[in-house]
Antibody
């Protein structure tokens, strides 16, 4: 059974870098069948898609986060990771990792946007 | 970005009720619309994909419809475990966006 687990520091200082890892169990991340994504939810608020990555390293990001976000994949460890730099209090949220489907057209593959399996979430607080 | 809105902003209902939630997109998104259910302290769960497709294991009392800019999620015969917050999400653009959510609570 597929399981995703977020890990990383629960407290980050303002202006520093938030780093989280999602470990995938029960399936290989090294597959052309899925994209892997990050979604966050500030306390008491709604959901925001951060970005998604393919096993090949191809990435799609939320434009609102600009160049602050980087998502990477390590197929040898069956993990993918999120880095968000220059954080502020507005980045305080529960961060979820999730699996998504893939759509390929000719040589281009993109995430479909069906987040059908989620991790339990990791609360990250930005505070000094 | 494609903006998503939901109505009503909140909803009180009783067990056994039929509940309808509406989601609107700021532009035509065809049927690229998904619905999620979230209970406090837990991750969202996919209920409906592509406007009307029932995700694996989701009870048949949940149904979705719509296309273009207006969509509905219907829960027939509301059960105690259905009291939760419901989010719509567009997957037409790869800059995926969610609606603000609607909390369904007990009347």
């Amino acid at each position: 059974q597929l399981q995703l687990q977020e890990s990383g520091p629960g407290l980050v200082k303002p202006s520093e870098t938030l780093s989280l890892t999602c470990t995938v169990a029960g399936d290989s991340i090294d597959t052309s069948s899925f994209f892997w994504g990050w979604i966050r939810q500030p306390p008491g608020k709604g959901l925001e898609w951060i970005g998604s990555i393919y096993y090949s390293g191809s990435t799609y990001y939320n434009p609102s986060l600009g160049s602050r976000v980087t998502i990477s994949v390590d197929t040898s460890k069956n993990q993918f990771s999120l880095r968000l730099n220059s954080v502020t209090a507005a980045d305080t949220a529960v961060y979820y990792c999730a699996r998504d489907n893939v759509y390929c057209n000719h040589s281009t593959c993109r995430p479909v946007g069906f987040f059908h399996t989620w991790g339990q979430g990791r609360l990250v607080t930005v505070s000094s | 970005d494609i903006q998503m809105t939901q109505s009503p902003s909140s909803l009180s209902a009783s067990v056994g009720d039929r509940v309808t939630i509406t989601c609107r997109a700021s532009q035509n998104i065809d049927t690229r619309l998904n619905w999620y259910q979230q209970k406090p302290g837990t991750a969202p769960k996919l209920l409906i994909y592509a406007a009307s497709g029932l995700h694996d294991g989701v009870p048949s009392r949940f149904s979705g419809s719509g296309s273009g800019t207006e969509f509905t999620l219907t829960i027939s015969n509301l059960q105690p475990e259905d009291f939760a917050t419901y989010y719509c999400q567009q997957s037409y653009s790869t800059s995926f966006t969610f609606g603000p959510g609607i909390k369904v609570d007990i009347k």
